[in-house]
């Protein structure tokens, strides 16, 4: 049981590049999400999914775009890198968030991907 | 806007005291709320949840915290911190049917001996 794996670990990318980062989760989670994570700034939502084929937009989602073809992953696309997403990125996964039931409600995130866009 | 406040972003304890980490919540309804922490260089992990009923929350590495209400607070706490604590603790939350995690901005822990 691997949890949330996120592929690559580093990148780095020159402006206008583009590239995809993998997120995989084997706990048959419904609910995937991807943030970004930057200094003095928490986590920000970037999209989430609440099922495959389901995608929608969280606090940042622009230079963005996402697919769940496949319940058990969740791709992050950025199509033309900025500096502005130099980030660390971070994938996460759980059930229906406030089910209320024990166990059942918690993010499981992923190790984190550093991405420097030069 | 629904949303959680850390109002340290920095907090310096020796090893062995006891630590207060601050969360402040603007949730209308009853909210959800979570620790989690980050160790360097490593994703997030859940320390402790509060969903409804008992007030103080018991979590994993002898933390807990206390919702109350009136003071919109979930306060994360351990009596004897120990080096290996030093990290990033971040306050989340939301409140029922909502699909999403709002993030505080976090607050670095260090330890001193």
């Known amino acids: 049981n691997a949890g949330v794996t996120q592929t690559p670990k580093f990148r780095v990318l020159k402006t206008g590049q583009s590239m995809t980062l993998l997120c995989a989760q084997d706990?048959?989670?419904?609910?995937m999400y991807w943030y970004r994570q930057d200094p003095g700034m928490g986590l920000r939502l970037i999209h989430y999914?609440?099922?495959?084929?389901?995608?929608a937009k969280g606090e940042v989602p622009d230079g963005y775009n996402v697919s769940r073809l496949k319940k058990q992953n969740f791709l992050l696309g950025l199509e033309s890198a900025a500096p502005s997403q130099t980030s660390v990125y971070f994938c996460?996964?759980?059930?229906?968030?406030?089910?209320?039931?024990?166990?059942?409600?918690?993010?499981?995130f992923g190790p984190g991907t550093r991405l420097t866009v030069l | 806007a629904q949303s959680v406040t850390q109002p340290d972003i920095h907090i310096t304890v020796s090893e062995g005291a006891s630590l207060e980490l601050r969360c402040n919540y603007s949730?209308?309804?009853?909210?959800?709320l979570f620790w989690y922490v980050q160790s360097p260089g490593q994703g997030l992990q859940l320390l402790l949840k509060?969903?409804?009923?008992?007030?103080l929350v018991q979590g994993i590495k002898g933390f807990e915290a206390e919702f109350k209400r009136s003071q919109s607070s979930f306060n994360l706490r351990k009596p004897s911190v120990h080096w290996s604590d030093a990290a990033e603790y971040f306050c989340a939350g939301t409140n029922f049917g909502n699909e999403k995690l709002t993030f505080g901005t976090g607050t670095r822990l260090t330890i001193i001996p």
């Open positions: 999914s609440v099922g495959e084929g389901t995608t």
């Open positions: 996460a996964s759980s059930y229906p968030l406030t089910s209320g039931t024990p166990n059942t409600d918690t993010q499981y």
């Open positions: 706990m048959n989670h419904e609910y």
């Open positions: 949730y209308g309804a009853t909210p959800y």
């Open positions: 509060y969903f409804s009923g008992d007030t």
